[in-house]
């Protein structure tokens, strides 16, 4: 079955350590898009990739990295520089960029203590 | 970054009622979409709507892209306890805006058998 997988489901960490979410695809989408998604808000783009080797900051990138060395994967690095780090994460990707063909994966909870 | 107005926030409802839920933004929108999302899980897409005016239904669901382009509404009719969750609108401007996605607050509903 094709799909977006995020790993871990949970991460804790504590405050002043980076942390890598990942983030692996195998619907062959050009397209991958990173979300963060706090209670009572809506997603927030972090970071979006549209090809290999690619990629452009979001509406919230201040103290997020990502790379895009594959086109199936797309890991978000939570670096200490994110004020306010504790979230659900989520991944998703689409074909070409059509907003219609966007897949989510599950989500990574982050907690920083 | 701009977010959609999203309204109710929240409904409690029996089942059996319709729904209906709207979101509204200042800009112009080339593409609205619903998804919903279930505890724990990313959002799945329940209907897109790509014309000024559209009308599109998905089972029980029925949702349309306002004439102004500056809103859209869902209705789901004779709602089922597995109706529960959040739904999101989301909206692409399309051109240089390539595949992002702004979405709505969310609303979240329940149902009472």
């Known amino acids: 079955d094709g799909g977006i997988t995020q790993s871990p489901k949970y991460l804790f960490r504590k405050e002043g350590q980076n942390v890598t979410l990942s983030c692996e695809q195998n619907?062959?989408?050009?397209?991958m898009y990173w979300y963060r998604q706090d209670p009572g808000q809506g997603l927030r783009l972090i970071y979006y990739?549209?090809?290999?080797?690619?990629?452009q900051k979001g509406d919230i990138a201040e103290g997020y990295s990502v790379s895009r060395e594959k086109k199936e994967s797309f890991p978000l690095t939570v670096t200490s520089a994110q004020k306010n780090p504790t979230a659900f994460y989520l991944c998703?990707?689409?074909?070409?960029?059509?907003?219609?063909?966007?897949?989510f994966g599950n989500g990574t909870r982050l907690t920083v203590t | 970054g701009q977010q959609l107005n999203q309204s109710p926030q929240s409904m409690f409802i029996q089942e059996g009622e319709d729904v209906s839920m709207n979101c509204t933004s200042s800009s112009i929108f080339n593409t609205w979409l619903w998804y919903k999302q279930e505890p724990g899980e990313g959002p799945v897409l329940l209907i897109a709507?790509?014309?000024?005016?559209e009308l599109t239904s998905n089972g029980r669901l029925t949702a349309q892209f306002g004439i102004t382009r500056k809103d859209s509404f869902l209705n789901i009719s004779a709602s089922i306890p597995s109706d529960v969750g959040i739904y999101f609108c989301a909206g692409q401007k399309g051109g240089t805006s390539y595949g992002k996605l702004t979405f709505g607050q969310g609303t979240i509903l329940t149902v009472h058998p």
């Open positions: 709507l790509y014309k000024a005016g």
């Open positions: 998703a990707s689409s074909i070409g960029g059509t907003a219609s063909a966007l897949h």
């Open positions: 619907l062959n989408h050009d397209a």
């Open positions: 990739s549209q090809i290999v080797n690619d990629f």
